[in-house]
Nanobody
């Protein structure tokens, strides 16, 4: 069972920045496709961004493109989500997800991921 631990959420004013981390203890971290999803109260979980196992491919939802950046550090077994120019509509619980399966065609689908973190809250005030 792959365990994912998120950190870095918090409260920030609109226009500010936050960085989220997702750490895994898996020896095979380098073979996991990783993603971030978010879920606001009363809404469905939605795709935010994903990164391939190699780090060579990244994918973004249109709503965050140009503002958010996903990266991964193989030595630290950690995936990062740098969020800039935050907006109140970015307020949500953010979840880290992982899979050993290829994500190149299904990266937007929550069902493509087999392992999930517990989530970390991001609140952007106006």
């Amino acid at each position: 069972q792959v365990q994912l631990v998120e950190s870095g959420g918090g409260l920030v004013q609109a226009g500010g920045s936050l960085s989220l981390s997702c750490t895994s203890s898996e020896r095979t971290f380098g073979t996991l496709g990783m993603a971030w999803f978010r879920q606001a109260p009363g809404k469905e979980r939605e795709f935010v961004t994903a990164i391939s196992w190699s780090g060579g491919m990244t994918y973004y939802a249109d709503s965050v493109k140009g503002r958010f950046t996903i990266t991964r550090d193989f030595a630290k077994k950690t995936v990062y989500l740098q969020m800039n120019s935050l907006k109140p509509e970015d307020t949500a619980a953010y979840f880290c997800a992982a899979t050993y399966r290829t994500i190149s065609t299904r990266y937007r689908e929550a069902s493509a991921y087999d392992y999930w973190g517990q989530g970390t809250q991001v609140t952007v005030s106006s």
